[in-house]
């Protein structure tokens, strides 16, 4: 596609489910970013991935969120036993190289918490 | 630590006027980066202008200005002639790192209304 594609759009889930959150990359760029933004709050790094490499997961909050990176394009973000306070949109970016003001964002997907 | 902080939660003004963006900082390091990005109602946000630590200089594009000044910490973005399409919710943003980093430290954003 054009752009940075991110499914689903927007998802509420009740407390304790599982969810997984799509990013469809640019075609051809080797890194995507994950970020996420909380109401009223500013951008928060979770995870980066480039290339091959292993990625960057300094930025997750806790060890009911991981991210996978199939075949360096689609990517998914996961988070288990949701809570309120993942309510957010989690927004997307990728680039040709790992430049984050070279980067696409997509329009992001909002997670509401039940 | 690295912090940014954005005092104006919104403005709004009237189409035509001018209007400035407030951002100050804190970081410990001499080498960095600041950020301006713009996140219209659609969602994705869209870069401006990246400055390194050691340009002053204050840049203008179109009707974007940004000014820069470091004895306050300060990396302001004024939009002159403001038009109804500015409006949209501006993060400010900073890599401690000067390095290139993808671990921005971003503020809480403004966002501004422009009113036709």
């Known amino acids: 596609g054009a752009g940075v594609s991110q499914s689903p759009s927007n998802k509420v889930t009740e407390k304790g489910k599982d969810v997984e959150l799509r990013c469809d990359p640019i075609s051809g760029h080797t890194a995507l970013y994950w970020y996420r933004q909380s109401l009223g709050q500013g951008l928060e790094f979770l995870i980066y991935f480039q290339g091959n490499s292993a990625p960057d997961k300094s930025g997750l909050p806790s060890d009911r969120f991981s991210a996978e990176r199939t075949g360096g394009s689609v990517s998914t973000l996961t988070i288990q036993r949701t809570q309120q306070e993942d309510s957010a949109v989690y927004l997307c970016a990728s680039s040709l190289r790992g430049a984050i003001t070279e980067a696409f964002f997509g329009q992001g997907t909002r997670l509401t918490v039940v | 630590a690295q912090k940014v902080t954005q005092a104006q939660t919104e403005i709004s003004v009237v189409e035509k006027e001018d209007v400035t963006l407030d951002c100050v900082y804190e970081?410990?390091?001499?080498?960095?980066?600041l950020f301006w990005y713009k996140q219209p109602p659609s969602g994705e946000l869209v870069f401006l202008i990246r400055?390194?630590?050691?340009?002053?200089q204050n840049e203008i594009s179109g009707r974007y200005s940004w000014n820069f000044q470091k004895s306050t910490s300060s990396f302001n973005f004024t939009i002159t002639a403001s038009q109804v399409v500015d409006s949209a919710v501006y993060f400010c943003a900073l890599d401690p790192s000067g390095a290139g980093s993808y671990q921005l430290t971003f503020g809480k954003g403004t966002k501004l209304s422009v009113i036709p």
């Open positions: 970081t410990r390091d001499t080498t960095y980066y």
């Open positions: 400055r390194n630590s050691f340009d002053e």
